[in-house]
């Protein structure tokens, strides 16, 4: 099975960016569509954006939509997440997941992921 880990979080304004990556082991990420998901203090983990195995296919949460990007270097067996016009109310902490599952497209359903990281936290201050 694959393991995942996530980097890239911190402490930034409003309006700033950050990049988030998350390093697979143990397995070719090429094998899984990836996802990342959000969790904020007091509430449930939420999706926030999925890609297909090629990279070929995104789907976006409207909340971030336009603002964050996926992306999968499957070379380097990593994915990323670009935050840019980052909002206070997007401060969680985030995880990247894997669903091994064959898909025409990436899905936004949580209990499909099988696979999850320990998550990177993303503080956006006002």
């Known amino acids: 099975q694959v393991q995942l880990v996530e980097s890239g979080g911190g402490l930034v304004q409003a309006g700033g960016s950050l990049r988030l990556s998350c390093a697979a082991s143990?397995?070719?990420?090429?094998?899984?569509?990836m996802g990342w998901f959000r969790q904020a203090p007091g509430k449930g983990r939420e999706f926030v954006a999925a890609?297909?195995?090629?990279?070929?296919?995104?789907v976006y949460a409207d909340s971030v939509k336009g603002r964050f990007t996926i992306s999968r270097d499957n070379a380097k067996n990593t994915v990323y997440l670009q935050l840019n016009s980052l909002k206070p109310e997007d401060t969680a902490v985030y995880y990247c997941?894997?669903?091994?599952?064959?898909?025409?497209?990436?899905?936004?359903?949580?209990?499909?992921?099988?696979?999850w990281g320990q998550g990177t936290q993303v503080t956006v201050s006002s």
């Open positions: 143990g397995q070719p990420l090429s094998s899984y569509i």
């Open positions: 890609i297909s195995w090629s990279g070929g296919s995104t």
């Open positions: 997941a894997a669903d091994r599952h064959i898909r025409a497209t990436p899905t936004k359903e949580i209990y499909e992921y099988a696979f």
